[in-house]
Nanobody
Framework: QVQLVESGGGLVQAGGSLRLSCAAS????????MGWFRQAPGKEREFVAA????????DYADSVKGRFTSSRDQVKSTVYLQMNSLKPEDTAVYYC??????????????????WGQGTQVTVSS
């Protein structure tokens, strides 16, 4: 089993940047496909980004494509979400998630059995 801890959230002005980190502990990190999801107040949790076990495959929600980039550091057992050109509508709690059942976890929450506690991102206009 893997434990996930997100960090890096905070308050930023529109147009600014933040980098979220998700540190994993437990089983070998490289055996997990990783995903990022977010949940805004009053809304359902939604897919943001996914990255394969090796980091060679990534996917993004249309709403963040071109602005967000996910990467992973296998040595540090950490996955990152670099968020640029932030907008007020990016305000949400951001979660990282892990899947050991496939090389690439995809966009569906149900594919990810392991979740972090979340980190708040607030973008002011």
């Amino acid at each position: 089993q893997v434990q996930l801890v997100e960090s890096g959230g905070g308050l930023v002005q529109a147009g600014g940047s933040l980098r979220l980190s998700c540190a994993a502990s437990g089983r070998l990190f490289s055996t997990y496909a990783m995903g990022w999801f977010r949940q805004a107040p009053g809304k359902e949790r939604e897919f943001v980004a996914a990255i394969s076990r090796s980091g060679g495959t990534t996917d993004y929600a249309d709403s963040v494509k071109g602005r967000f980039t996910s990467s992973r550091d296998q040595v540090k057992s950490t996955v990152y979400l670099q968020m640029n050109s932030l907008k007020p509508e990016d305000t949400a709690v951001y979660y990282c998630a892990a899947s050991s059942s496939a090389y690439y976890g995809g966009t569906q929450e149900d594919n990810y059995p392991y979740w972090g506690q979340g980190t708040q991102v607030t973008v002011s206009s």
